[in-house]
């Protein structure tokens, strides 16, 4: 997110460069440039005419950044792992549970690859919307696993999937002329904190559907049909779900596209369902994870937004993708494609290679690290199930628990490493004092939407020793509150 600050650089003006402000020779009024009289025999080291001034600069004090950058919040999830990381670079025994990303290293096949191309000379611009031959490997992997209609010309590769999901969003949405309806998007929350940001800055207008922990964070069909209005433009979904760490099976998801479906030939024409499917292979549920795009109704309305970042464990790698179906999602990607080609072009020339590694030889690294998310997720959904008043549904998918802590709050903690006990008012108050108390790293939850307000997440892409040790740790600092 963005970090600018107003009035960062400023200018000082002093009494003698005050005092200095008379017209020069070439008629400018003692502003940013000034003329120093000196002969052409002057000992001036800088020489005859030397044009002096800089400490007589105007002030920069009352220059402004945008509305847009200044109005827009930092990442909330950014800003607790970067909190962590800098305490812990500072030799404090921090234990964080903050970072969305896998603690597994990328596989070595997919390094390899990499490598290799990297060494051939693989290193010259590309298409903006990557090479064919990897287009075509994603689109591949999209019809035989997801049953996604698609070809390789349907395919968008960009800077990572919150690229893929602001470059959507940018080609779908406008801000109102004069006399028309501002465009809405449905969103379920709690939701990934970056959703609504990107929406409003496309000039989309956000309208929030509630859940609930005790329904696992999942609106019902009668929700989304009462949310649907003739300017409803975009639905937005993200399954397995970042914070909340459940999913939807594939009958509710069909239950779902039946209200889209519906609503798309008699209220809203003009609906398209942006399905954010990250997570698809971090799954532990019982059940299979089910692409929405996959069905024939919807299918040309929906765009699924995907990445190698948490499956493959890549995150560094900022390799997302788009993927739309018939007519439509090539009008839809080609949009993209315009608009990527001012941005920021292709990615990275030799990690093509790496994408085609990952979809066509990575299953049985992603596998592993499947199985080791699953036993994770166990072992913390034992150890934050018997710690006093956090509640939250069994995780399903994704590497996310969301608990509910709200029976804490009005109470006061007791205090340690120096700091003070602090007064704990919402979940903010609580992962503060946890962080500068215990040196724990959770995330609060306000910045999620709805009930998020009221949770934590608690990210447990890390070790089981980790696990029970944080967790001892959270005990002791809920057993001091008062």
């Not at 052409?40 to 002096?52: A, C, E, F, K, R």
């Not at 239950?255 to 399905?275: D, F, G, M, Y």
């Not at 799954?283 to 995907?306: K, V």
Request: charged fraction near 20%.
């Amino acid at each position: 997110m963005l970090g600018h600050s107003r009035g960062r650089i400023k200018g000082k003006r002093t009494p003698s460069a005050l005092a200095g402000r008379s017209r020069d020779p070439i008629g400018h009024r003692g502003g940013l440039l000034t003329r120093t009289k000196t002969s052409p025999n002057s000992d001036d080291p800088h020489g005859p005419g030397y044009i002096s001034g800089m400490s007589n600069a105007p002030t920069t004090s009352a220059l402004r950044i945008s509305r847009r950058a200044a109005e827009l919040k930092p990442s909330v999830t950014v800003a607790f792992m970067n909190r962590a990381k800098n305490m812990k670079a500072q030799g404090m025994d921090v234990l964080s549970f903050a970072a969305g990303e896998p603690d597994f290293d990328t596989p070595k096949l997919i390094k390899d690859a990499a490598i290799e191309a990297l060494n051939a000379g693989m290193v010259k611009y590309m298409p903006t919307l990557g090479d064919a031959e990897t287009r075509k490997v994603i689109a591949e992997k999209l019809v035989r696993e997801n049953g996604i209609p698609t070809t390789l010309d349907h395919i968008a590769i960009s800077a990572g999937g919150k690229h893929s999901l602001y470059i959507a969003c940018q080609s779908l949405f406008d801000f109102p002329a004069p006399g028309e309806p501002v465009q809405e998007a449905i969103l379920p929350v709690p939701a990934w904190v970056s959703y609504a940001p990107i929406i409003e800055l496309s000039g989309g207008k956000v309208v929030e559907i509630p859940t609930t922990a005790a329904g696992d964070f999942k609106i019902t069909p009668e929700q989304l049909k009462k949310a649907i209005t003739p300017h409803t433009r975009a639905f937005f979904i993200n399954s397995p779900s970042n914070p909340c760490g459940t999913m939807y099976t594939p009958a509710e998801l069909k239950a779902i596209a039946q209200v889209l479906a519906e609503a798309a030939r008699t209220v809203a024409p003009q609906l398209v369902i942006v399905s954010d499917e990250l997570y698809e292979k971090v799954i532990y549920g019982g059940f299979d994870h089910f692409s929405i795009g996959s069905i024939p109704e919807i299918a040309e309305r929906t765009l699924t937004i995907n990445g190698l970042s948490k499956a493959y464990a890549m995150t560094g790698w900022r390799i997302g993708y788009a993927c739309g179906s018939g007519a439509f999602g090539k009008k839809l990607i080609d949009a993209m494609g315009v608009l990527q080609g001012q941005m920021t072009t292709n990615i990275t020339s030799f990690t093509y290679p790496a994408i085609r590694a990952a979809l066509l030889k990575g299953a049985p690294e992603v596998e592993r690290m499947r199985q080791a998310f699953a036993e994770r997720a166990e072992a913390i959904f034992a150890r934050i199930g018997r710690v006093p008043g956090f509640k939250c549904p069994k995780p399903t998918g994704a590497f996310y628990l969301f608990p509910d802590i709200s029976a804490h709050f009005g109470k006061t903690s007791a205090g340690g490493n120096g700091k003070a006990g602090r007064k704990i008012n919402g979940a903010m108050d609580f992962c503060e004092a946890l962080l500068e108390e215990q040196f724990v790293a959770f995330v609060p939850g306000e910045d999620f939407g709805g009930c998020g307000s009221n949770c934590v997440r608690i990210s447990f892409a890390c070790s089981i020793d980790q696990i029970n040790k944080g967790v001892d740790r959270v005990e002791k600092f809920v057993a001091g509150l008062r």
